[in-house]
């Protein structure tokens, strides 16, 4: 599957998943922006992009700040023409019970995932190849799955699917396709890594998964450089599980998993 000439926006790409993702769009051929807070996580992101032979840009903004986000748009569009790919990946999380969340942290987090992937999505608007773009965005089960200590998670990845459904409508029309990742536990990650702090409970979150292992970053990769490709240019508003089963298990066995 090749990129070649595509220009390619992941926001959050500095690390993670999303530098997974970057990193499959850039060995693909593709060009690739990326947009994160920290200068310095974006400057080791760069230099590792670069790697791969292709042209690479990035820009320190927080996805809360939706001038920001338009400049770094804007900049990109100028430097290379329309964009045909954003991916939107900006996360934050933390485990709480909802009783001792506070209003700040319950807000942090709804700015972050769910005003941030609005952010990206609007400001990329303008600068869209149409017809042919196609927009992802990252988001998890704990949108329908409930998920004790992840209220504030559940909440936002719930709102960032109801963009993803939304715009996929909206945007149809001028041949713009919206959609959704959602990973399952993914190892080597910062999330799983706060969600699954001890062996045992890794390994009770091992079995909620009935392919009984964790998501290697590679694996949400190819899943969104298949669904942003012209492979899968007939789907838009959906939902992709790539979680090896996750979801099947229901909410109690990750409630299980969460207690360890």
């Known amino acids: 599957m090749t990129y070649a000439h595509k220009n390619v926006f992941v926001a959050g790409g500095s690390s993670g998943i999303n530098l997974a ?49 338009q400049q770094a748009f804007t900049h990109t569009a100028h430097a290379w023409g329309p964009i045909d790919v954003v991916v939107s990946g900006a996360a934050g999380n933390f485990v709480s019970p909802a009783a001792q969340l506070s209003p700040n942290g319950f807000k942090s987090v709804m700015d972050i995932d ?11 608007w303008e600068h869209l190849r149409k017809p042919g773009a196609a927009l992802l965005n990252i988001t998890a089960a704990q949108s329908w799955m409930p998920t ?6 559940c909440a936002a990845k719930a709102g960032i699917d109801q963009i993803t459904r939304t ?6 029309p001028s041949g713009v396709r919206v959609n959704s990742i959602a990973p399952g536990p993914v190892e080597d990650t910062e999330g799983m890594a706060r ?60 409630a299980h998993a969460m207690s360890l």
């Open 21 to 69: 993702i970057a990193e499959a769009f850039a060995k693909a051929g593709a060009r690739v922006a990326i947009l994160s807070r920290q200068q310095a996580k974006i400057d080791a992101a760069l230099a590792h992009l670069r790697s791969f032979g292709g042209e690479v840009l990035g820009f320190a903004a927080d996805v809360r700040d939706a001038a920001a986000v």
């Open 114 to 124: 769910l005003l941030g992937t609005f952010h990206v999505m609007r400001a990329a």
């Open 148 to 153: 004790p200590t992840q209220v504030h998670v």
């Open 167 to 172: 715009l996929a409508m909206e945007w149809g």
């Open 195 to 254: 969600l699954a702090p001890t062996p045992e409970s890794v390994q009770a979150w091992t079995q909620t998964v009935p392919l009984r292992r964790f998501a290697q970053k590679a694996d949400i990769a190819r899943a969104a450089l298949w669904l942003c490709s012209p492979e899968a240019a007939y789907i838009t508003g959906v939902v992709l599980s790539v979680d090896g089963g996750l979801a099947l298990g229901g909410s109690s066995a990750v």
